[in-house]
Every structure is written in structure tokens, then in C-alpha cells.
């Protein structure tokens, strides 16, 4: 697995452009989300700041990028004024490092038809860039520019691991990789992270395959980067959530310390005001109270990574205090084996359990998936595996319930979740 580079021991805690910004995000707003962070959310293990998709446009959906003489895509200054006269994003990541937090950017994997237009050359080499690109693929996310890489071209590794210097040069510290295939391409995947590893700075890799394979190639994955996509982009729709329950169920075998099954970005707060129709407007969550809680101890209870994806200075006070619950957190950081127990079709409710080393105990989760109703849920205790009488700890209310006896009876709200901490008695 890749704990052997010593990364990612906990599931990666902290927020990502996308959900609000889309790909326009400038500079400003990217250091108004930094500082926020690190006012109200570093206390939590929020850490990662990331720029998603597109920084290298000067608006988003436009063809025209900024490279340089090697090919390797620069911050569009106009949205980045610090990234001036060749700087990149490193006085960007060096105001995100002085704050205690952590840089990240998204990439797409592959060249642009612009280097070879140019006639850039692989740094270190005399091979055109025109050389390495194979004419006829290409990243489906920007499909009319970028071309993947020749697997078997020396000099090919060899523009993966210039890319991989320059942003360890920046002082990147987590890597996003975009649409490494479609179906999902090992090779591409083996490049970057070689390339990464060659580059002399810890980064965390994260590949979202952008395909439908999110329950493919779960080995390889797990041997080649610290995060790995199990979803379409997730929105603020009930469906999508009541899916990604499957979605956590098949990565099971495959998530732990040094790898984790991501559920993408987490569609909280205020999102929404930069994309295309599909996802607009700017709005709040659609997600009610109840639902927000059901993401986030799904999302706990499975250890998934947790971005944030709203634009965090509109937060309201629920907002913050849904986000930077230390109890719930807790069961993310530090909890393993994360997995589905109960499915209750009687209740249209399911039960999930996971250990928690740390401190001898199990965490649980209670999911209604009924949107109307309340549902009173009946937990038989012998049927858990766990020993009986256990003390019982409300996660979400900070309150204590006592020892259980032969049943947990739990009200659940509509689309609600109950997380509890179940602690052995001595």
C-alpha cells in the first residue's frame, strides 16, 4: 500500500474550490477561504486547501492557457497576480504554509496540443513534447487539447516528472489527478505517481478516474495513490447520498491508512454559483438539516476523505458547527473497518459499524433512509458482535445514555442518522 511513502496515515481533512467557484476561482477568494480555515477549522484537522479545475485559464471554458517553454501548464495570471514573472503558485502555497494549513492543486494528466503547436521540448531532453503524445487519446475532460502520454516513451515519464518537480518546487503538497483514463489507464497512473515520488517533496495523490469504474482497478489504486475517486462529482441530491452507502460498502476491503475511498467533495454551505446549468444556482445546500447529518456520519463512519466544497466565509453558525464537530470527526480520523452491519427493510433503515483503536471502542451509525417519517429503530445487541452491556455516547447531541441492555431502540428523523460511540465497561 502507499503508507509506505508515510502519507495519508488518516483519512485527509480540508477543502476544495470546486462545489462553489467551478473552474474561476481567483486568488482573493482563494485566500479568503485559506484564512477562514485557518481561523475557525485548523483546530479540527482541517488542513488541505485545494484549487480545483482550470487555473491555468484566464476565464473559465476558455481554450487559452498559459505554458511554459517545456510544456507544463502555468497559473493564469490574471485570476493569480502573485504568479507572476515565472513565480508559479509558490508564494501562493508559502501564504497557505504561513498559516499552518496545506496546498493543493487539481491537474489533468496528459499534454496539451498547444506545447506541440509552440514546439516545447521535455525538460532535460531534445524531444519534442509532439513526441510523447499519442494523437488519437485524450483527456475527456478537455478532450479538444489534451493528449495522454506514450506508456512506453522514456522521455514520456520524464515530462511526468517535470511537472511533479515544478510542483514540489511550488510547494505543492497535494496532488488532485483528473481523468487518468476513460476506462481508467494503469500506465498513466504509474507515471504520476513514480513521478511524484522522484519529485523530493511529500504529496498526497488523489486520482478520480472519471469514468464509471469506481469499483475497478481497486488493487492497483491501492498500491498507486492515497485517494482514490468511488463516485460521479456528488451534488446536493438525496439519491446520489443513498447511493454512495453502496458505493462505501464495495470499497470496504480497500480503504485504511494509506489509502481511502473518497466520496468527493462534500456539498455543504453555499455552493453552486460558478457552474454549468446542471449544478446551478448559487444557493445553499439542498440538503435539509437532517440529510447534512446523514452525509456526515456516513462519511465519518466509511473513514472517507473530507473535502469541503462550499465557499467556507458564507458559513452561517449551524454550518460551522456541523463541520467541526471534534466527536464526529474523531470517528473519521481515528476509526477503521468502517462497514454496513444492519440493512433493515422493515424500518427503510441501515446500521453501520466501525471500530475505534484508539480507544477500545466502536462507532455507530443509524440511517433512516425514509423521507417522511421518524422511525424508532431497534438495534438487538447479541446480533452485534459487541459485548453486552456497553455505554452508549450521542455523537451528534454531546450526550451520555447509559449502559444498553438486550435492544438499542434509536429515533431516527426522516433522512436523518444517529452516530453514536459504544464504549465496553470495564
Known sequence: MTLTNGLAPTPPMGWNSYDFFGGSITEAEFRANVDYMATHLLRSAWRYAVI???????????????????????????????ARGGAGFKPLADYVHSKGLLFGIHVMPGVTKRAGTMGCKVLGTDTPVTDIAIPDERNELWPTELHYIKPDHADGQCYYDSLMKQYADWGVDFIK???PGFPYRPREVEMLDLARRRAGR?????????????????????????????????????????????????????????????????????IGQRHHPVNQPDRKTKFTSHEQRTLMSLYCIAQSPLMLGGDLPSNSTEDLALINNDEVLAVNQHGRDGHELFRDC???ALTWLAELPDTGGWALGVFNFNSVDTR???IPWSETGLPAGCKIRDLWEHRDMGAVGDELVVDIPPHGAGLYRVTPVL
Open 52 to 82: 480545483d479545475i482550470a487555473w491555468h485559464a484566464a476565464e473559465n471554458g476558455k481554450e487559452e492557457h498559459d505554458i511554459d517553454a517545456h510544456g507544463r501548464l502555468q497559473p493564469a495570471a490574471a485570476r493569480f497576480p502573485s
Open 177 to 179: 489527478a483528473d481523468g
Open 202 to 270: 511529500p504529496m498526497v495523490l488523489s486520482v478520480s478516474a472519471g469514468c464509471t469504474q469506481y469499483s475497478a482497478h481497486m488493487k492497483h489504486r491501492q498500491q498507486h495513490c492515497e485517494m482514490s475517486r468511488i463516485s460521479e462529482d456528488f451534488w446536493d441530491r438525496w439519491p446520489q447520498l443513498e447511493t454512495m452507502f453502496d458505493n462505501f460498502r464495495a470499497w470496504r476491503d480497500h480503504s485504511g491508512p494509506g489509502h481511502w475511498g473518497d466520496g468527493d467533495m462534500l456539498p455543504l454551505g453555499r
Open 346 to 348: 422493515h424500518h427503510n
Open 376 to 378: 424508532r429503530v431497534p
